[in-house]
Each structure stands twice: as C-alpha cells, then as structure tokens.
C-alpha cells in the first residue's frame, strides 16, 4: 500500500466503510485493502471497531466519570501493573498515563453516581499503590471520538456574500 496511514485514518473515522469503498478512496485494489486489514487485525495495529452512541437519546440511565489517580510506582514495573490492576475491572472504560499534577486518568461508566462513587471508594482508592483520587462527573458530552453529538446546534455553513 502506498498510504497505510492514510487507510487506518479512513477507518478510524468510520469503520463500516468497505474494502472496495476504502479501495476507491485509496486508488489501491479491494485485494490490498482488504489483506492490509487483516494484517492490521492480526498484528493488533487495529484493536477493535467500536460505534459511538448519544446514550442521551436512549432510555438508558448511565454517568461518565473522569477519575485523576495518584499512585506510587511499583519497583520495577513502573506505573504498568498498577493500571493493569486498574483496567481489569469491568466498570473502567480507559486509563491513561498522564503528566501534569497526577499520574492516571481513568474512565469509568456506571449506573448512577452512587455506583460510580462507590467504585472509587470501595475498589479504587483503597488500592495499596494509590495515594489520592479526584472524581469528575462528566455532565454533557458536546463530541466524542471526533463525533459532534449536538450538530444542530452547530451549522457550519459559510455566509455567501455576492
């Protein structure tokens, strides 16, 4: 292929394109793309291919929190098994190292806040390596995953002037 990025940008912003749409876009054939695909998959450069809801939309009941995490590192291991320990349960959506004044944000979904709170002081803060946590409900999403979750509030039409 001669744009192998260019394929994996196409499919992160939508991946229910085909091979042969993919193929066009690319000037590649349907056979390349579709081979350069499967090596991606099997080589773990693609992880997975997820759909992004307005739960807002829904009847389901759900809340999002950002969670800043201060941890002491492990000797040896670093910051690494501590965010294993994190992600391995279900309620975790994402974890990631950060700079600044804290050291993981963690992602989480719950039910209610409650369950969320609970989560926090029942699972996370007692674990031996964390020093602090900081909980942040997120209140409205206005985009996520580069998806804009309210576009009628937001025309991008230019103003033609003649």
């Known amino acids: 292929m001669k744009n192998p990025e260019k394929l994996l940008d196409l499919l992160a912003q939508d991946a229910r394109l085909?091979?042969?749409q993919l193929a066009a876009m690319l000037g590649e054939t349907e056979e390349d793309v579709a081979a350069a695909i499967n090596a991606y998959e099997k080589n773990s450069t693609i992880l997975g291919y997820k759909t992004v809801v307005d739960w807002d939309k829904t009847s389901k009941e759900s809340v999002t929190a950002?969670?800043?995490v201060k941890i002491t590192p492990q000797k040896g291991m670093g910051f690494d098994e501590i965010a294993r320990q994190i992600y391995s349960h279900h309620q975790v959506e994402?974890?990631?190292l950060m700079s600044g004044g804290?050291?993981?944000t963690v992602i989480i979904?719950?039910?209610t806040m409650r369950e969320v709170a609970r989560f926090v002081s029942e699972q996370l803060a007692p674990m031996e390596n964390v020093l602090s946590t900081?909980?942040?409900f997120i209140l409205k999403k206005y985009k996520d995953n580069s998806v804009e979750f309210d576009p009628a509030d937001n025309d991008k039409r230019e103003?033609?002037?003649w």
């Open 102 to 104: 804290f050291d993981l």
């Open 109 to 111: 979904k719950g039910r």
């Open 18 to 20: 085909t091979p042969a």
């Open 134 to 136: 900081g909980t942040h």
């Open 66 to 68: 950002l969670i800043e």
């Open 94 to 96: 994402s974890v990631y």
């Open 159 to 161: 103003v033609m002037a």
